[in-house]
């Protein structure tokens, strides 16, 4: 994966907070992320003609992306609702 990985705010996701996981959901890899897991948030990409979301984050010391598909039929609701699922750390 590219080290030049875009720095681009996702609704109330920003670069460089750090939010953790207050719902589980699993992504479209299929891995889960469970409560209480953080992130430092990098950026977001999104390839419209799949409507693919791509979160950028350092989890455990670890870049990693996670994939979701914004579509009902995936992880549509959950990428609709990603208040709900991840928030601020306080």
């Known amino acids: 994966m590219s080290q030049d990985w875009p720095t681009t705010s996702f609704g109330h996701l920003w670069p460089g907070m750090t939010y953790m996981v207050v719902q589980p959901f699993r992504d479209f890899d299929g891995n889960e992320h ?3 897991e953080t992130w ?3 950026g977001s990409g ?3 003609y799949d409507d693919g979301l ?3 984050v ?3 010391g670890q870049r990693r992306q996670i994939r ?3 579509r009902e039929e995936q992880q549509g609701a959950i990428v609709d609702n990603l208040p709900d699922y991840v928030e601020a750390k306080k």
């Open 34 to 36: 469970p409560v209480g």
């Open 40 to 42: 430092s948030f990098i």
């Open 46 to 48: 999104f390839l419209p």
């Open 54 to 56: 791509s979160l950028f």
């Open 58 to 60: 350092i989890i455990d």
């Open 68 to 70: 979701m598909q914004w």
